[in-house]
């Protein structure tokens, strides 16, 4: 099995993930959860995550909306 190395909200991660959707599957998070992600600062819309293929070094950052005022 393959695996690369990329940072996750900041934190290195070894993965076998190849594609954004593997990656946060593998990370706990459901398909429909309300996240946003961006790849090496990047914008990745929920539609492209499926092929959305990660590369060694890729820095991730997923976001969750949060509620207040």
Request: net charge negative; glycine share 8%; aromatic share 4%.
């Amino acid at each position: 099995m393959t695996t690369i190395e990329v940072s996750m909200n900041g934190r290195p991660l070894r993965t076998p993930a190849a594609t954004l959707a593997e990656l946060l599957r593998h990370q706990g998070y459901a398909a429909d959860a309300a996240v946003a992600c961006a790849v090496n600062h990047e914008f990745v819309p929920r539609a492209q995550w499926p092929a959305h293929e990660l590369d060694d070094g890729d820095r991730i950052d997923v976001v969750s909306p949060i509620t207040g005022g």
